[in-house]
């Protein structure tokens, strides 16, 4: 069993940043791949971001390329997810999850955090 605890949420105005954080305890993080993703309401969980075991290898969805940047601290058991030049769209829950695989597919995650509120302002 792996718990997930998101943080870092809130409001913030088109153009700002948010920095995102996960802290994951019960098992070793070392040994999962971690993801980002968001759903709006009324929308399907979609993928944000993941990021391998080491940290090396990272995927991004086309939607937050450029700006959004994943990373972990595997002494810390955290991964987070620094998000820039945020836009209105961006508004979610966002959540963070483990994963066996470095990909895209939601259903692919084990375990999932309970999220927290991004909310960006026009």
């Known amino acids: 069993q792996v718990q997930l605890v998101e943080s870092g949420g809130g409001l913030v105005q088109a153009g700002g940043s948010l920095r995102l954080s996960c802290t994951a305890s019960?098992?070793?993080?070392?040994?999962?791949?971690m993801g980002w993703f968001r759903q709006a309401p009324g929308k399907e969980r979609e993928f944000v971001a993941a990021?391998?075991?080491?940290?090396?290898?990272?995927r991004y969805a086309d939607s937050v390329k450029g700006r959004f940047t994943i990373s972990r601290d595997n002494a810390k058991n955290t991964v987070s997810l620094q998000m820039n030049s945020l836009k209105p769209e961006d508004t979610a829950v966002y959540y963070c999850?483990?994963?066996?695989?470095?990909?895209?597919?939601?259903?692919?995650?084990?375990?999932w955090g309970q999220g927290t509120q991004v909310t960006v302002s026009s």
């Open positions: 019960g098992r070793t993080f070392s040994n999962y791949i």
């Open positions: 990021i391998n075991r080491s940290g090396a290898d990272t």
């Open positions: 999850a483990t994963g066996n695989l470095l990909l895209t597919t939601t259903s692919l995650y084990d375990y």
